[in-house]
């Protein structure tokens, strides 16, 4: 009977021994986990993005092309030029030439967008009429939203991987964290350029003004073909010297054809005689 109740005993003992084991080295749950590496953007930004985004303001990128003539390009600039200390804006090219029948200048100028329209207004006084005035408003609202959103997730997911590289113990581990941190990091720097692009676009608009001044017909006709004239003459005269200039510099030749053609006709004189 005793034999009984220690051979129970030992049984006893074993079987709560095995319910307190170890786990395997196949069990074993490694102490850093790295986010997958196929995780995709709608992933990340649903894991990551803030439910409760604030609201941001209309984002319009304004832009105008006028163009207009003018009895006197120079009062007309000086006009643009009050209008551009008026309106804090700046004239970032400034180009003039002359056509056939006008002389003209354009100008590129970068206004606040909040003194677009008292800007459009200042340089249209005095202008009889325009032959173009195209303006125009593009709504990039949802673009720099979504701009927003991503660089705010690429960012809270950097931070994510820096917290991850602190606990990283392996130098594989590591080597490829500070890998997926360095593909964050371009991601984050490409997007930060397309947002200030956008901001620099919303906040400054573009003018692009090109005003002329007609030349009169007649005196333009009459020089022109004065200048014809001229052009032909000179053409002729330079065509001349310089038909004469490659005969001279043919000179020994001809003078070898001359003594060629002397001896040839010398000899059919002697066969004749």
Known sequence: MKYIFFLFFVLLTFSACGKHEEP????MVSAVKLPPKNESAADAESDLADPASPQIPQKIIKEASL???TDDLEDTFN????????NKASIQNDSEGKDYDNVYRNLTVRVPSQN???FISAISKGVSYFERK?????????????????????RKLEARYLEILQKATKISEILEIEKQISAIREEIEAKEGQLKYLENRVSESTVTIEFYKTIAQKEGVKTS???KIWTAIQSGFYSLSDFLISIISLWPFIILFCVFAYFIRKRFKRKKT
């Open 225 to 227: 073909y004065g200048s």
């Open 134 to 154: 195209d303006i125009s408003a593009q709504n990039v609202t949802e673009e720099y939203i979504d701009l927003t959103t991503r660089l705010n997730t690429k």
């Open 116 to 118: 677009f329209d008292s």
């Open 67 to 69: 163009r207009f003539e």
């Open 24 to 27: 395997s080295a196949n069990m």
């Open 79 to 86: 006009r643009i030029q009050v209008a551009i200390t008026a």
